[in-house]
């Protein structure tokens, strides 16, 4: 029954995970999909514990990566320790969530409960249940660019795409939230498919398979993204290189025991999967003549193009033009300016870094000022858009070391394994199977090790990058059972004797499993629910209506206790709703006026070093001056140590000018309004408000 439990939630994560969103969350896709994540963590886990309770052992079975992947998990424990934001290194940047100490503690309690309960049929299951929620994902991502998006038909009923804000028909995301993010996910699945597509033994199947990789293929043409495309022609070529090298002639393994009609067998299905590898290139490349790609610009069919895009440059000098003009900055740009910001993080915190995700809080403080000119000028980037860099400025040289280790273990391990079936050492029964197999995930593993040069993982990748090695190791056999050292023999049997003494400790024990195992289940969806009313909670305060606003972050407050962000936006709420309480109701007023400096105080304390929060709180003393004019100190207090924290962004100077301004500090707004232009010369709105603030001949 269990391991019934354990594979059927393994498949579903892998068939839910990427189509899971919703329309009622602050962040359509990427939290509901971690929270999933979360829940099929908490019921693999806990049938994995009834099981063992059953069978009388806890069976942990051992692979070539667990030393690296022991050493990462430390190496993100100690940055979480040292972190300048523990709450976010815990938890994960709010909204996204994956990246976390907790999302990796659940990939890899994912990633050993797999390991030690499948095996290879249930290999090739669950990438059957991945590619057919790849299937459907694509045919979602087709039809948005054909101008009717799915999400809209269940939204709104409308048949068409406008329901999104994006332009969804030049880029499709389909249920994965942003182009690049599909884009990713599809190359990953297209080596599976290619998988099964040459393993196939009936032309029925030949044919399902080959319809996946066309549909996978299109769809991913249609994100237009450059870099998960350069990451699927590494994996393409590392896939021809291997497969050509392990049939250079046709032949098969070098087995003294075969006799020449098997070798004429050998060479005929080889050079008949060769024909069909060819195929599948020939079938790609024709697409990309008819629809383009992200990395050319001819096509056939003009109507299906690609969006423009413009060269990659760095101006020499701050421009006074706003890019906005030109229709905004090219993002291989704003990725030179971010990815210079995360090396100076670097240099600042080598050994553990600013602390694990905490890209978005520290990047204020080395966010170089040629950021400025660019059309992304006031975004908030909560990754470096570089893996590899993100990791290297929040975990430090210890966690980017451990990183590159896990990585470099299992393709080393994957490279040794193909070397010895070629070779015809340590042969299995279906060797070419467990060899193609094999070969096929290392090249997803290598199209994502070069998609993440230029952006970052997100949960669906996340999962196939932990899971992705330990279906190779399964499949493989190359799994080991965990025997305990003799000095944890006492400690086991103990335990089995309290739990097995009598039937009703048994009973006892799976009791307490199951009771933990549905409390973290409510908890989950207390926290799924906390994040409705809280995305209600922002959007009627958007609406302007902050008695609701207030209403509805309170008691996602109350329901989510832990998280800063529901509080901070809380204190902002109140302070609106006591302003506009100050004519009709003074008593209510004040109590909102003194939550709202409660909530506010206790947020900057618990995070001295979240910008976003100081600014949150900006907003919130601006409001409460309207009601007592002592705020509006707290308020200029609360600028200046953004401004300590964020030295090069010029709105924050913009914002402290316009409050100087309106207390009456004319030559100290306007020289604070000369810094803003400093930093940012193409600052429209701050070259208006020092031409109208110089008319007066106040200052000179």
Same mark, same amino acid.
């Given at each position: 029954?269990?391991?019934?439990?354990?594979?059927?939630?393994?498949?579903?994560?892998?068939?839910?995970?990427?189509?899971?969103?919703?329309?009622?969350?602050?962040?359509?896709?990427?939290?509901?999909?971690?929270?999933?994540?979360?829940? @099929?963590?908490?019921?693999?886990?806990?049938?994995?514990?009834?099981?063992?309770?059953?069978?009388?052992?806890?069976?942990?079975?051992?692979?070539?990566?667990?030393?690296?992947?022991?050493?990462?998990?430390?190496?993100?424990?100690?940055?979480? *320790?040292?972190?300048?934001?523990?709450?976010?290194?815990?938890w994960?940047?709010?909204?996204?969530?994956n990246?976390?100490?907790?999302?990796?503690?659940?990939?890899?309690?994912?990633?050993w409960?797999?390991?030690?309960?499948?095996?290879?049929?249930?290999?090739?299951?669950?990438?059957?249940?991945?590619?057919?929620?790849?299937?459907?994902?694509?045919l979602w991502?087709?039809?948005?660019?054909?101008?009717?998006?799915p999400?809209?038909?269940?939204?709104?009923?409308?048949?068409?795409?406008?329901?999104?804000?994006?332009?969804v028909?030049?880029?499709v995301?389909?249920?994965?939230?942003?182009?690049?993010?599909?884009?990713?996910?599809?190359?990953?699945?297209?080596?599976p498919?290619?998988? /099964?597509?040459?393993?196939?033994?009936?032309?029925?199947?030949?044919?399902?398979?080959?319809?996946?990789?066309?549909?996978?293929?299109?769809?991913?043409?249609?994100?237009?993204?450059?870099?998960?495309?350069?990451?699927?022609?590494?994996?393409?070529?590392?896939?021809?290189? !291997?497969?050509?090298?392990?049939?250079?002639?046709?032949?098969?393994?070098?087995i003294?025991?075969?006799?020449?009609d098997?070798?004429?067998?050998?060479?005929?299905?080889?050079?008949?999967?060769?024909?069909?590898?060819?195929?599948?290139?020939?079938?790609?490349?024709?697409?990309?003549?008819? /629809?383009?790609?992200?990395?050319?610009?001819?096509r056939l069919?003009? %109507?299906?193009?690609?969006?423009?895009?413009?060269?990659?440059?760095?101006?020499?000098?701050?421009?006074?033009?706003?890019?906005?003009?030109?229709?905004?900055?090219?993002?291989?740009?704003?990725?030179? *300016?971010?990815?210079?910001?995360?090396?100076?993080?670097?240099?600042?915190?080598?050994?553990?870094?600013?602390?694990l995700?905490?890209?978005?809080?520290i &990047?204020?403080?080395y966010?170089?000022?040629?950021?400025?000119?660019?059309?992304e000028w006031?975004?908030?980037?909560?990754?470096?858009?570089?893996?590899?860099?993100?990791?290297?400025?929040?975990?430090? *040289?210890?966690g980017?070391?451990?990183?590159?280790?896990?990585?470099?273990?299992?393709?080393?391990?994957?490279? #040794?394994?193909?070397?010895?079936?070629?070779?015809?050492?340590?042969?299995?029964?279906h060797?070419?199977?467990?060899?193609?197999?094999?070969?096929?995930?290392?090249?997803?593993?290598?199209?994502?090790?070069?998609?993440?040069? /230029?952006?970052?993982?997100?949960?669906?990748i996340?999962?196939f990058?932990?899971?992705?090695?330990?279906?190779? @190791?399964?499949?493989?056999?190359?799994?080991?059972?965990?025997?305990?050292?003799?000095?944890? &023999?006492? *400690?086991?049997?103990? !335990?089995?004797?309290?739990?097995?003494?009598?039937p009703?400790?048994?009973?006892?024990?799976?009791?307490?499993?199951?009771?933990?195992?549905l409390?973290?289940l409510?908890?989950?969806?207390q926290?799924?629910?906390?994040d409705?009313?809280?995305?209600?909670?922002?959007r009627a305060?958007?609406?302007?209506?902050?008695?609701?606003?207030?209403?509805?972050?309170?008691?996602?407050?109350?329901?989510? #206790?832990?998280?800063?962000?529901?509080?901070?936006?809380?204190?902002?709420?109140?302070?609106?709703?006591?302003?506009?309480?100050?004519?009709?109701?003074?008593?209510?007023?004040?109590?909102? #006026?003194?939550?709202?400096?409660?909530?506010?105080?206790?947020?900057? %304390?618990?995070?001295?070093?979240?910008?976003?929060?100081?600014?949150?709180?900006?907003?919130?003393?601006?409001?409460?001056?309207?009601?007592?004019?002592?705020?509006?100190?707290?308020a200029?207090?609360?600028l200046?140590?953004?401004?300590?924290?964020a030295?090069?962004?010029?709105?924050?100077?913009?914002?402290?000018?316009?409050?100087?301004?309106?207390?009456?500090? %004319?030559?100290?707004?306007?020289?604070?309004?000369?810094?803003?232009?400093?930093? %940012?010369?193409?600052y429209?709105?701050a070259?208006?408000?020092?031409?109208?603030?110089?008319?007066?001949?106040?200052?000179?």
């Amino acid at each position: 029954m269990w391991d019934k439990v354990i594979s059927y939630s393994f498949y579903l994560l892998f068939l839910l995970t990427p189509l899971f969103w919703t329309s009622l969350n602050f962040e359509l896709f990427e939290f509901n999909k971690m929270i999933l994540v979360y829940a @099929f963590t908490v019921l693999i886990v806990g049938a994995w514990l009834l099981k063992s309770i059953d069978d009388k052992r806890l069976v942990i079975k051992r692979t070539p990566l667990d030393i690296p992947l022991l050493l990462f998990l430390g190496a993100n424990i100690l940055s979480t *320790i040292f972190s300048i934001d523990r709450h976010t290194s815990i938890w994960g940047y709010y909204s996204r969530s994956n990246g976390g100490l907790l999302s990796l503690i659940s990939y890899l309690l994912l990633y050993w409960a797999f390991v030690s309960n499948m095996d290879f049929q249930k290999v090739k299951t669950i990438l059957k249940f991945g590619l057919a929620s790849g299937f459907l994902i694509s045919l979602w991502a087709i039809s948005e660019h054909l101008g009717v998006s799915p999400s809209c038909v269940i939204l709104r009923g409308e048949f068409n795409a406008s329901c999104w804000v994006q332009q969804v028909q030049e880029r499709v995301f389909a249920t994965l939230g942003q182009p690049n993010w599909l884009a990713s996910y599809l190359a990953m699945l297209i080596f599976p498919a290619l998988y /099964f597509f040459l393993t196939a033994t009936k032309k029925s199947l030949y044919i399902v398979h080959f319809t996946l990789l066309i549909t996978f293929y299109l769809a991913f043409t249609f994100t237009y993204s450059r870099g998960p495309t350069l990451g699927l022609i590494g994996g393409i070529v590392v896939f021809l290189v !291997l497969y050509l090298l392990r049939h250079p002639e046709g032949k098969a393994r070098r087995i003294s025991e075969l006799v020449s009609d098997a070798r004429i067998r050998a060479r005929f299905f080889s050079s008949l999967r060769m024909t069909q590898v060819s195929i599948i290139i020939i079938s790609f490349l024709i697409i990309n003549l008819l /629809f383009g790609s992200a990395l050319t610009s001819f096509r056939l069919i003009s %109507k299906f193009a690609a969006p423009a895009r413009p060269g990659i440059t760095l101006p020499a000098a701050p421009s006074r033009g706003t890019q906005l003009e030109t229709g905004g900055t090219e993002s291989g740009q704003i990725r030179f *300016i971010v990815w210079k910001g995360a090396l100076d993080i670097f240099k600042n915190y080598p050994i553990f870094g600013s602390g694990l995700e905490s890209f978005a809080q520290i &990047y204020y403080q080395y966010r170089p000022v040629e950021h400025n000119i660019t059309s992304e000028w006031d975004f908030l980037y909560n990754k470096a858009h570089n893996e590899y860099l993100n990791y290297l400025a929040t975990t430090g *040289i210890i966690g980017f070391g451990t990183y590159m280790i896990v990585i470099g273990v299992f393709i080393l391990w994957s490279i #040794k394994y193909y070397v010895l079936s070629i070779k015809g050492k340590d042969i299995k029964t279906h060797n070419t199977y467990y060899l193609l197999l094999t070969t096929s995930l290392l090249a997803s593993y290598i199209s994502y090790l070069i998609y993440n040069f /230029f952006l970052f993982s997100v949960v669906i990748i996340a999962v196939f990058f932990y899971l992705f090695p330990a279906l190779v @190791f399964v499949a493989t056999e190359s799994t080991s059972i965990l025997n305990l050292p003799k000095k944890l &023999y006492p *400690i086991r049997y103990t !335990l089995y004797a309290i739990i097995y003494r009598r039937p009703f400790y048994t009973q006892a024990a799976k009791g307490i499993v199951a009771f933990l195992t549905l409390f973290f289940l409510y908890s989950l969806f207390q926290l799924w629910y906390a994040d409705t009313l809280f995305a209600k909670g922002e959007r009627a305060q958007d609406a302007g209506n902050p008695g609701a606003a207030y209403d509805l972050l309170a008691f996602a407050s109350i329901l989510n #206790k832990g998280e800063p962000f529901y509080r901070s936006e809380l204190a902002f709420a109140a302070a609106q709703a006591a302003a506009a309480l100050k004519e009709t109701d003074a008593t209510l007023s004040g109590q909102l #006026k003194d939550e709202a400096n409660l909530h506010t105080e206790k947020v900057l %304390k618990e995070n001295p070093r979240n910008v976003s929060y100081l600014r949150t709180a900006v907003r919130t003393y601006f409001e409460l001056s309207l009601i007592d004019n002592a705020f509006t100190d707290k308020a200029l207090q609360a600028l200046d140590k953004s401004i300590r924290l964020a030295p090069t962004d010029p709105k924050l100077l913009y914002n402290k000018a316009l409050i100087l301004e309106s207390i009456g500090k %004319k030559d100290e707004s306007i020289e604070t309004l000369r810094q803003t232009l400093k930093l %940012k010369p193409n600052y429209l709105e701050a070259v208006a408000q020092l031409q109208e603030a110089t008319k007066s001949g106040d200052a000179k």
